[in-house]
């Protein structure tokens, strides 16, 4: 058998790509596969071949020594506050294998966010926020989200920045979210819209007045993914996370073929559309409304409940 696949891949001509799927690190391919019974050099559907290419699973046996055959150059770094991210080699070749990001140094709740955990849902209600949530959130140290502020003060990753507004109250910076090799991905984007204003920690504090503030992101969001992708409004989604992963009003910007987004699902994710249209209804909505959402046995909401 090994033989006869060996043949068949030798034989392959390719002709085009049919899909790419980063997220599963998966690649289709069409191609013809030359027929020794061929009576002539005319190509029919007879040949046609396709290849179903995805990467497997790094072995658990040999994790213990993935860090030291991770090797240099290392490309399309970017380094915030205790995050780095960057790409390398972990196979021989002509181009980076693999993208990583280091936190260093770690504490108790990173190690948490990527550790097994039992999903909770919680129906967070308007005393129950205020009772719990918004304490917690008050007792938050800044430097749990410097490297937030690093961005805004353009401390850090200000070759990353893909569009910027200065206003100190209406101003944002639009910049690519950690999760997105933009090198081997350029298509499939992920950004993030951060604001600068510092008084919208989440969903929970919009109100009706922040109406038009949220229209002018919307406009601006619209524009710079057009003008940097060319692809129209109706083709992306921009949501906002609830819980956050951090507590400083930020917007979640994609496309829509982006689809395995775990993130992008509801219920932690708002889709912006509809959180203007629910203050159009009632500028209290998010101070009224209870929120339901999935969280992790180790999140530190859960723990507080």
């Known amino acids: 058998m090994a033989t006869t696949i060996s043949a068949k891949l030798q034989n392959f001509k390719f002709e085009r790509i049919l899909h790419e799927d980063p997220s599963h690190r998966k690649l289709v391919i069409l191609g013809r596969i030359a027929q020794e019974t061929s009576s002539d050099n ?16 790094f072995e658990k046996s040999e ?33 980076p294998d693999v993208r990583i990001q280091m936190t260093f140094p770690a504490t108790l709740d990173h190690i948490a966010k ?58 944002f910076i639009i910049l690519p979210d950690m999760k997105w090799d933009s090198k081997s991905n350029p298509d499939q ?21 922040d109406i038009q503030f949220l229209k002018d992101l919307q406009i601006e969001i619209a524009r710079v993914v057009f003008e940097n992708f060319g692809i129209d409004s109706n083709q992306i989604r921009a949501f906002i996370h ?3 992963s951090y507590y400083h009003f930020h917007i ?39 929120l339901h959402y999935s969280i992790g046995e180790n999140h530190p909401i859960w723990k507080i409940l």
Do not use: C, M
């Open 114 to 171: 990527y550790s097994p955990e039992i999903p909770r849902l919680v129906a967070e209600t308007e005393n129950l926020y205020h009772n719990k949530i918004k304490p917690y959130i008050d007792s938050l140290p800044v430097s749990k989200i410097q490297w937030v502020y690093n961005i805004l003060e353009h401390k850090k990753e200000t070759e990353s920045i893909v569009a910027e507004n200065i206003d100190p109250q209406n101003g």
């Open 189 to 209: 984007f992920y950004l993030q819209l951060i604001v600068t204003r510092r008084d919208i920690r989440s969903l929970r504090d919009l109100r009706g007045t």
């Open 42 to 57: 005319l190509e029919t559907n007879d040949d046609l071949a396709i290849l179903v290419i995805e990467k497997t699973h």
């Open 252 to 290: 979640h910007i994609t496309p829509l073929t982006l689809t395995d987004l775990p993130s992008a699902t509801i219920p932690r994710a708002h889709l912006l559309e509809t959180v203007i249209s629910n203050l159009e209804f009632d500028p209290e909505y998010y101070k009224k409304i209870t």
């Open 63 to 95: 994790t213990n020594l993935i860090s030291s055959r991770i090797s240099a150059p290392f490309t399309n770094a970017t380094e915030n506050d205790i995050y780095t991210w960057f790409s390398a080699f972990l196979l021989k070749g002509d181009y």
């Open 242 to 244: 609830y819980p956050p």
